[in-house]
């Protein structure tokens, strides 16, 4: 069955530092999100993207976040200056449509020192 | 805020029983999602059911969906120990606009006893 990958499965950065999380959505899929699990709390939406930009964001998704589809397959979430609060897990997931199913890759661990 | 919460927080069952869980919401949907997460895991989509769906199953699981209540139960019949793990719901505001994001609510962690 079609799955979402994403690498790596685990991120150590030092504070400040610019961060980049990848994600290969299923391949037939139109919708792109990411979304982020601190520990111990809700999964929280930051972002969607459909058709080359982005759909809609949280509030959490500041000027510190972005996102691309710098090609065919893949879809990146960059953090440009991390803080130590941005340690979480984060999920890409994708959908073939508005208002179906959203599959979720297993997540990429974020730890900032 | 449309969150969903679920109640209870934790459930602790022996194998072969049914659980139930519960989850609310706020606002106005499109449609509700469950999903699983196991521990340190992604999550996994069991089912969707729609703002104009009751009741929705799937194999062992059931979903009903009362709009009027902004209410929705997760039922997972025979339970068996593979069963545990966290469960959420996420509920999806549709806007017209693209890609709608879910939210979701802290989940019921669901322990099976051999």
């Known amino acids: 069955e079609p799955e979402v990958t994403q690498t790596p499965s685990h991120q150590v950065t030092q504070m400040g530092q610019e961060v980049i999380l990848r994600c290969v959505p299923i391949?037939?899929?139109?919708?792109f999100y990411w979304y982020r699990q601190i520990l111990g709390q809700k999964v929280e939406f930051l972002v969607s993207f459909y058709n080359n930009e982005i759909s809609e964001k949280s509030e959490i998704f500041d000027d510190q976040f972005s996102v691309e589809r710098p090609d065919g397959s893949n879809f990146t979430l960059k953090i440009r200056s991390t803080k130590l609060e941005d340690s979480a897990m984060y999920f890409c997931a994708s959908s073939a449509s508005e208002g179906q199913p959203q599959h979720f890759g297993d997540g990429t661990r974020l730890s900032i020192l | 805020s449309q969150q969903g919460e679920e109640d209870p927080q934790a459930l602790s069952i022996q194998e072969g029983e049914n659980a139930t869980m519960n989850c609310s919401y706020k606002t106005s949907i499109n449609n509700l999602q469950w999903y699983r997460q196991n521990s340190g895991r992604g999550l996994v989509h069991l089912i969707l059911i729609r703002s104009n769906e009751r009741e929705k199953h799937s194999g062992r699981l059931r979903v009903t969906l009362d709009t009027s209540k902004k209410s929705s139960s997760l039922l997972i019949t025979a339970s068996r120990a593979a069963d545990t793990a966290s469960y959420f719901c996420?509920?999806?505001?549709?806007?017209?606009?693209?890609?709608?994001?879910?939210?979701f609510g802290k989940g019921t962690h669901l322990i099976i006893q051999p």
């Open positions: 996420a509920t999806d505001w549709y806007s017209g606009g693209g890609a709608d994001g879910l939210t």
């Open positions: 391949s037939n899929h139109l919708y």
